[in-house]
T-cell receptor, first 113, second 113 residues
Framework: GNSVTQMEGPVTLSEEAFLTINCTYTATGYPSLFWYVQYPGEGLQLLLKATKADDKGSNKGFEATYRKETTSFHLEKGSVQVSDSAVYFCAVPLNNAGNMLTFGGGTRLMVKP | DSGVTQTPKHLITATGQRVTLRCSPRSGDLSVYWYQQSLDQGLQFLIQYYNGEERAKGNILERFSAQQFPDLHSELNLSSLELGDSALYFC????????????FGPGTRLTVT
């Protein structure tokens, strides 16, 4: 089945720093790719998605580009805030016949003022 | 707020017991998914229902079962509980079978003592 691998954390940044969280995928074809965010004590929230190669997903200042050449979907933000502190998960459908998701291990981001 | 509700929020029970977790999907969503999040296994897909029928199974133990009712709410039944079943259990929903974008509930934290 499809899978994603993301960088391990924690990632600690100062406020207004640039953020990159790496995610690479292994997939048959070009399934949709997702980033979810989990704030402390909460469930997962869909942050952004890209449905085909070369698509760029964006939301709340975060961006990720679906790059088939490098099989990557890295999450970026130009200027992080303390409120961005959370765990970020990259995800892909487990297979192209269904739509259950398989997730990366999660990357904890801590932003210091 | 994703529109997906889960009850209870917390559950503490003893080994060998049985519990039922409940999920109500977003209005209009026909597909429900259950995931388990634990420190050692990460986020794992358990099972999917679509409009009352089981559609996919993941890493779900035989001691666990689920169902989706005519009003589309779903229940996850966990029996003969073991210490290792302690985890966060998330329900997610999506509008239809072929759509990967899922919306997650806040989760039920199960502690087995």
């Amino acid at each position: 089945g499809n899978s994603v691998t993301q960088m391990e954390g924690p990632v600690t940044l100062s406020e207004e720093a640039f953020l990159t969280i790496n995610c690479t995928y292994t997939a048959t074809g070009y399934p949709s790719l997702f980033w979810y965010v989990q704030y402390p004590g909460e469930g997962l929230q869909l942050l952004l998605k890209a449905t085909k190669a070369d698509d760029k997903g964006s939301n709340k200042g975060f961006e990720a580009t679906y790059r088939k050449e490098t099989t990557s979907f890295h999450l970026e933000k130009g200027s992080v805030q303390v409120s961005d502190s959370a765990v970020y998960f990259c995800a892909v459908p487990l297979n192209n016949a269904g739509n259950m998701l398989t997730f990366g291990g999660g990357t904890r981001l801590m932003v210091k003022p | 707020d994703s529109g997906v509700t889960q009850t209870p929020k917390h559950l503490i029970t003893a080994t060998g017991q049985r519990v039922t977790l409940r999920c109500s999907p977003r209005s209009g969503d026909l597909s429900v998914y259950w995931y388990q999040q634990s420190l050692d296994q990460g986020l794992q897909f358990l099972i999917q229902y679509y409009n009352g029928e089981e559609r996919a199974k993941g890493n779900i133990l035989e001691r666990f079962s689920a169902q989706q009712f005519p009003d589309l709410h779903s229940e996850l039944n966990l029996s003969s509980l073991e210490l290792g079943d302690s985890a966060l259990y998330f329900c997610a929903s999506s509008v239809r079978q072929g759509v990967s974008e899922q919306y997650f509930g806040p989760g039920t934290r199960l502690t087995v003592t």
